[in-house]
């Protein structure tokens, strides 16, 4: 059974930050921000980082692909969980459904506001995504996006900030 610590954002920077990068890819998907003034960027490995797989006590089939960290200036932060896939977007939208899940309980209070979930895709998406993303927002509050090939992430940013909770 997984630790009861807090959010493990000093595990998330010891152990599973991409140094300097502010987009990932994978062939044909690529997801990221072109950082601009007075913002913060954090990039997280999560399914191919073994030392996180321990952390959770999950294997890397149950893990999205990467955390991302956005804040600028003194808006509220946002968590961006993405998993780049080829064709299999149920598949990613499970992925990213059980990260948000064993994540969620470690996370502060009001860190739990601002959650994105996307799955970039390389193929066709299922016709009833709409649905999928429907059922996602019912079940965990968090919005889904299902996106195609390079994916600016600032434009799935949250258009205003949170209230106080």
Known sequence: ????????????????LRPGETSVGDGKVRAGFKRVNEECVLVFDLDDNEDFRKEFAVDKERVCDHLFFHKRGQGPATLLFVELKGADVKH??????????????????YAGRDLVAVVVKSGGAPRNVGDLCEDFWKALAVRLHVKTGK????SLLPRKPSAAK
């Open 1 to 16: 059974m997984p630790s009861v610590n807090p959010m493990p954002f000093t595990f998330l920077l010891w152990h599973c």
């Open 92 to 109: 990613g939208i499970t992925q990213l459904r059980s990260t948000i899940e064993m994540m969620r309980p470690r996370l502060p209070k």
């Open 151 to 154: 994916v600016d992430l600032r």
